[in-house]
């Protein structure tokens, strides 16, 4: 029974993301092709799963469970602010509510806006770390779903994960 529910964890919280990966869907164009970018390198914690990617650049699945997705779109005009594009990945989310207010954080020389959030999503409660940087034409977003809340080693290794983020502008 426990491996079901672990199944099925999974595949509301892929769902959950790939509806949360707005950002990188939405950019003020008819073309619809998604255009992900080159060059880009991250480095995930050892202890992540790596899923499969579906419309992600990168997913992975952490030790207790929480989703992280990496989506780029580099085919949209991003003249969008930060805070608007963190909406976007909330679309189809209810009762959001920020823990905190959004911060911005510098990464890979770019400044990025970094939201910690609780919500439902088909009236399951969901957790979420979302960072989305704009850097050489692109949208980066990165996200972290959860069933409950994350434990600070979660945070710890998301941070890490944003950190170690290097895309060389071609």
Not at 2 to 8: Q, V
Not at 67 to 88: E, F, G, W
Request: glycine residues 8%; hydrophobic residues 40%.
């Amino acid at each position: 029974m426990h491996g079901i529910m672990d199944r099925y964890l999974t595949i509301i919280l892929l769902a959950i993301t790939v509806v949360l990966s707005g950002c990188a869907l939405f950019g003020g164009t008819d073309n619809l092709d998604l255009e992900h970018a080159e060059g880009l390198k991250t480095t995930a914690p050892s202890t992540w799963a790596s899923l499969k990617k579906n419309a992600s650049d990168e997913a992975y699945k952490t030790p207790s469970g929480a989703i992280v997705t990496l989506i780029s779109s580099c085919n949209r005009r991003h003249s969008t602010p930060l805070s608007a594009l963190t909406r976007q990945l909330l679309i189809g989310a209810r009762k959001i509510h920020y823990k905190r207010p959004p911060e911005t954080k510098l990464i890979a020389q770019s400044e990025g806006l970094y939201s910690s959030v609780d919500g439902l999503y088909q009236n399951s409660k969901m957790h979420l770390e979302i960072f989305v940087l704009s850097r050489g034409g692109c949208v980066f977003d990165f996200t972290m779903v959860g069933p409950r809340a994350f434990e600070d080693s979660d945070l710890v290794a998301f941070n890490q994960y944003l950190e170690s983020f290097v895309y060389d502008i071609r």
